[in-house]
């Protein structure tokens, strides 16, 4: 019988796929992303302070993949609220940031436990900010938001969606017969495409499964924090992402698709890459400004400060032990009276915005 989107797809092939995986252009491929990934990681350990690349780098993910969901914010508008509490920001800006906590306890849930169900249901709850929990209830179904015509029904039934997760979770871990000899990245592109098939929440699915991928690379050794930007990829080939998603269940056409994620990490993994080698080069050049132009003030850890808090406040020094709020405030105006800060009135708060960061950030 041939697919019907209209019909609940409970036919969905379990994996591992029939289909060569590992074809000569695949493996090709996979060589480039492993270089681009090993090359990211290395870059990664450059940093001293690993909070300046966790609390920047994710924030540019969480914008991007929630965008590709048509839940746009802005970069600053991330920044601005990080840390500070969500109760001013607007809706898609608090979604954004839910996307970015639930990659961070998702990294964290790592040292506990691997990969599973539980830890896709953890990620989509806090994403969503409600209780999900795997569908019981039919009537989920996908279509294109113009025309409303229905372009994929995943499968129904809480059993069924719970089997086909099993089966899954065996796929990313290589406990499947012939997986454990596939290459990590495949089997992440691979998972991805189950993953989305089997649908296994009422929302959040996609959003979902894009911190799956990243906590999978952390998982398999390829990087030690989930820093990759890719959902800046996807987010600008988006129609080819969807439709690479569709081919395979109309089609069985892996090989594309499996190339399309490789390719999207070999170039987010470089772009990443030399994102974190601008910054390095910026903590330095403002590290030694700071030790140049107010020897009185400096330390190592407020230069880094600035950095993992582009929008810094008063109350971030005081937190990481630096000073006293009244110090503390003093040590933020001399850096805005050296140049490396600049001062921000939001209501009656004042913060210190480091704005070649940003801008180093935001630039493409």
């Avoid at 490396?340 to 009656?348: A, D, F, I, S, Y």
Wanted: hydrophobic share 40%.
């Amino acid at each position: 019988m041939s697919f019907d989107p209209r019909r609940p797809y409970n036919d969905l092939p379990t994996l591992p796929p029939g289909p060569e995986l590992e074809t000569r252009a695949v493996l090709k491929a996979c060589i480039a992303a492993r270089a681009a990934v090993a090359e990211l990681k290395a870059a990664g350990r450059l940093i001293p302070n690993q909070g300046v690349l966790i609390n920047t780098i994710p924030l540019l993910e969480a914008q991007a993949s929630s965008e590709i969901e048509h839940i746009v914010t802005t970069s600053d508008q991330m920044f601005l609220f990080d840390g500070a509490g969500e109760g001013e920001a607007d809706p898609a800006t608090k979604e954004a940031l839910r996307y970015r906590r639930a990659l961070w306890e998702g990294f964290q849930a790592l040292r506990v436990r691997p990969l599973s169900t539980n830890t896709a249901v953890q990620i989509c709850r806090v994403v969503k900010g409600v209780d999900m929990d795997i569908r019981a209830t039919p009537g989920t179904t996908l279509s294109y938001s113009r025309t409303r015509e229905v372009i994929y029904t995943p499968p129904e039934g809480q059993a069924l969606l719970r089997e086909r997760l099993a089966n899954w979770e065996q796929w990313m871990h290589g406990a499947l017969p012939g997986s454990g000899d596939i290459d990590p990245l495949v089997r992440m592109a691979v998972g991805h495409y189950q993953f989305e098939a089997i649908h296994p929440f009422t929302d959040g699915n996609g959003r979902t499964g894009r911190v799956i991928n990243l906590l999978h690379l952390v998982e398999q050794g390829l990087l030690d924090i989930p820093v990759l930007y890719l959902s800046r990829y996807i987010l600008r080939h988006r129609e080819a992402y969807y439709q690479g998603l569709q081919s395979v269940t109309r089609d069985a056409a892996w090989e594309a698709w499996v190339l399309y994620m490789l390719t999207a990490v070999t170039e987010t993994a470089r772009w990443t890459m030399e994102k974190i080698l601008a910054i390095r080069q910026l903590v330095e050049d403002c590290t030694e400004r700071m030790r140049r132009d107010a020897p009185a003030i400096y330390s190592r850890e407020l230069a880094e400060l600035i950095f993992v808090r582009p929008y810094c406040r008063i109350a971030h020094v005081v937190d990481v032990g630096l000073a006293k709020r009244q110090t503390a405030s003093l040590y933020l105006k001399q850096l805005v009276e050296i140049g490396l800060l600049r001062e921000h009135k939001l209501g009656r708060e004042k913060l210190f915005l480091n704005p070649e960061f940003l801008a180093l950030l935001q630039k493409d």
